[in-house]
């Protein structure tokens, strides 16, 4: 059997078959042969008959008990049985050298038969199977001339120009040659459903052509033995088959593997469906891709037996695997064709996405100078591409896609594909009205591209309705199911799905995913260098000098460069104040960094005019609300008279300062904390101390002192630990605090402002 379609739980031999259990039935062991030959089973290299077929006498006059036991000399002749001992010795492969021509004794004097030989492992040994067919009608090939015969068949074969040209040749050439009332070319689907893609046939037949089959009407044993035995003649229909005597191995137990058989029997049911198409002969061609069945050459005679001899058999099998081969060429050529146009879109489009004028998902859809879009690297009705903040469309995409980005997070692979949507994801299909297919691909934070189709409605016309595959017929006391009896012509409209989605195109998508991994770690790296540049170029060259007082400040990127937006600030009032501040805009990158610029400059210019913290604070926040809808930061702001030592400090959502006094103490001010800037702080509320000679005030932002690994709380106490000093002389180093105070896990950026007032 075929290792691509194992078979479980085979009926065991004998047991009653109908179409309920037929896809079990084990038909590579049906324990007969069809009549129209006789099959010896034979020891070598004694040649002694260990299996005969009960039909012997038909063809050589020898009842059953007389041939078992007995040698070929016996059974043949000694002139046929030397051949075939001959040919046995000489050539390896028996199958490619059939049939090997030989006289036997008959009741009738010699005659001229077809002896087809191959091998069968029977347990631990190994006997030869010598198939006799007797020669009758016309044999105008032989083994030699098989290629002559089928030579003018291949060149119209390979100045076919298309598919529909090739299987057409192909069919004519085979009915030509073989005699039978009708031949088809039968080509599968992925699940197996049959279409008649090309037929020759009798005049006055009705037409199977565009004609679909179900795939239980070849049941998946059966596909494997296709795989495996190319050709298969049934000569008569209604044949009474001829059973093996002894029926198993006396060895194993086991019935004869008749795989590779020209005679093996074929199941019952499939003789009752050929007999209810009014069909009495029927031979089948196998059209293989890479050893998988692709199709069939399918062979019809009505008007009684039909026996081809071997030899033409052996030529519509070569036939047919040049066609075969012309089929795997033509499809590869256009696989090639396929993924060249593929290719050439793909490049086009990792081109365009490095545009750094445009974001990933416009330079996606089309929407730079080359006007490369998504959908030509794969058709579809519309696609979405989904950015960090951003989503870019093109074509006719529902109102809210959202509900994908979620679905996409949540599936096993990076690329999935649907083509019946609303049965295989109904709650993504209710949010997605007009969806039926789709084809998703996963990029990194949260990134996707999304191809949608719609419902791509077809009528698939049938022969016989496929649904009402089986008919009950009582026999006896039981009740049988057996093959349908109409093959009329009915048509199914095929609702609720899209165009599948092609390897080429699930290559492709593959193919882009992997290449843009690339683009998008260098449009990362640009953006982090431009948002890095922004945010270092706003932050102070230097800070102010302010007499009695010192003042240092740090910033540290987040691991991996990931800028975000803290800044720090310090500048001389009008009032002759010094104020000091710190803010950290929600989020990373250049979006962040450009937050932090345009509220940095609005606070400073309210501090500027006059404005208090709490005043400041509440204008910037005004001006978020209406100019910058989706920022918000957080934000300290302290002014401090540089002779008296006097702060008033405003906080917005921002940690709390730390406040230094003279004799190495620290510790939090406890003061309260308005909403952050943007999302309407209000009126912030203002405190007021005063730091003494050789005290200070630190300012800081939470990457200081919260992480996935230390919570606020830890935090904070080892910020203020390092900051407690038993020796208040001692200065502080703000550098040694933050390295002792930063969370190497910690996926924030840091920053430390420290203003102490001088002892003396």
Not at 272 to 299: F, K, P
Not at 469 to 475: D, L, M, Q, T, V
Not at 546 to 569: C, I, K, M, N, S
Request: proline share 7%; with cysteine.
């Amino acid at each position: 059997m075929s290792d691509r379609e194992p078979m479980a739980d085979l009926l065991e031999p004998g047991e009653p078959v109908d179409l309920d259990n037929c896809a079990r039935e084990p038909i590579h062991v049906p324990g007969s042969v069809q009549p129209h030959g006789v099959l010896l089973a034979v020891t070598e290299p004694e040649l002694v008959v260990e299996h005969v077929s009960a039909n012997v006498a038909d063809l050589l006059g020898r009842s059953v008990q007389d041939t078992l036991g007995a040698d070929l000399d016996a059974v043949l002749g000694s002139e046929p049985a030397e051949q075939i001992r001959a040919h046995v010795r000489t050539f390896g492969n028996l199958r490619q050298r059939n049939p090997l021509v030989v006289v036997a004794a008959t009741p009738d004097g010699p005659r001229e038969v077809d002896a087809v030989l191959h091998r069968v492992v029977v347990g631990d040994r190994t006997l030869l199977v010598v198939e006799l067919e007797a020669s009758t009608g016309p044999r105008p090939f032989s083994f030699p001339n098989t290629y002559q015969a089928v030579r003018d068949a291949l060149e119209r074969l390979s100045a076919s120009q298309s598919l529909a040209e090739l299987y057409d040749v192909a069919a004519h050439e085979v009915r030509a040659l073989t005699g039978f009332d009708r031949v088809m070319i039968y080509r599968f689907d992925a699940e197996y459903n049959g279409e008649v893609v090309a037929e020759a046939k009798r005049a006055d037949l009705n037409s199977f052509l565009g004609l679909h089959y179900p795939a239980s009407d070849i049941p998946p044993q059966a596909r494997a033995l296709y795989e495996q035995s190319w050709i298969r003649l049934i000569a008569d229909v209604g044949y009474t088959p001829a059973p093996l005597v002894p029926g198993v191995d006396a060895a194993t137990g086991e019935p004869l593997d008749l795989t590779h058989s020209v005679l093996r029997s074929v199941s019952p049911i499939h003789l009752e469906y050929l007999g209810n198409m009014g069909v009495a002969a029927s031979m089948s061609i196998s059209l293989l891709r890479d050893g998988r069945l692709w199709g069939l050459v399918a062979c019809h005679h009505y008007s009684g037996p039909h026996h081809p001899p071997y030899g033409v058999r052996a030529a519509a099998e070569f036939l047919g695997s040049s066609l075969s081969l012309r089929l795997v060429a033509r499809a590869e050529e256009d696989e090639l064709q396929a993924a060249l146009a593929a290719e050439a879109t793909l490049v086009r489009l990792l081109i365009a996405s490095r545009d750094a004028a445009h974001t990933l998902g416009d330079a996606l859809v089309g929407r730079t100078a080359s006007g490369v879009s998504l959908l030509e690297l794969v058709p579809a009705q519309g696609v979405v591409v989904f950015g960090d903040d951003t989503r870019s469309v093109e074509g006719v995409v529902p109102d809210d896609p959202s509900p994908l980005r979620e679905w996409i997070a949540a599936q096993p692979e990076d690329v999935t594909a649907r083509t019946e949507l609303s049965a295989q994801e109904p709650a993504l299909a209710d949010a997605l009205p007009g969806v039926a297919g789709l084809l998703a691909v996963r990029l990194p934070e949260d990134r996707a591209i999304v191809w949608l189709r719609r419902e791509a409605v077809h009528d698939v016309s049938w022969g016989g309705d496929p649904q009402n595959k089986a008919i009950a017929r009582r026999e006896g006391d039981e009740v049988r199911l057996s093959p349908r009896k109409s093959f009329e012509k009915w048509t199914q409209t095929i609702r609720g799905r899209s165009a599948p989605w092609t390897a080429q195109e699930l290559r492709s998508v593959t193919d882009l995913r992997r290449r843009l991994l690339e683009t998008l770690l260098l449009r990362t790296r640009w953006a982090l260098g431009v948002a890095e540049t922004v945010q270092r170029s706003l932050l102070p060259a230097e800070l102010p000098h302010v007499e009695g007082w010192q003042l240092h400040a740090r910033y540290v990127p987040a691991p991996g460069g990931r800028v975000g937006g803290d800044w720090y600030d310090a500048l001389e009032l009008p009032d002759g104040r010094i104020a000091v501040v710190i803010g950290d805009v929600a989020g990373h990158g250049l979006s962040a960094a450009a937050a932090m610029g345009q509220l940095r400059n609005s606070l400073r210019a309210f501090l500027l005019r006059g404005d208090g913290p709490a005043d400041a604070l509440r204008w910037t926040d005004v001006v978020a609300r209406r100019t910058m809808a989706t920022d918000m930061a957080t934000v300290v702001v302290a002014a401090v008279d540089q002779a008296t030592g006097e702060v008033e400090v405003s906080i917005a959502g921002h940690p709390r300062p730390l406040v230094l006094d003279a004799v190495g103490g620290a510790e939090l001010l406890e003061v309260s904390v308005d909403r952050p800037v943007g999302v309407g702080s209000g009126e912030p509320p203002t405190h007021r101390f005063v730091i003494e000679p050789g005290g200070g005030v630190v300012l800081y932002s939470d990457g200081l002192v919260d992480s996935r690994s230390t919570n606020l709380r830890a935090g904070l106490a080892r910020l203020v630990g390092a900051f407690t000093r038993e020796d208040p002389t001692r200065p502080v180093d703000i550098d040694d605090v933050v390295r002792e105070c930063s969370d190497p896990s910690s996926v924030d950026d840091t920053t430390l402002l420290l203003l102490c007032r001088d002892l003396y």
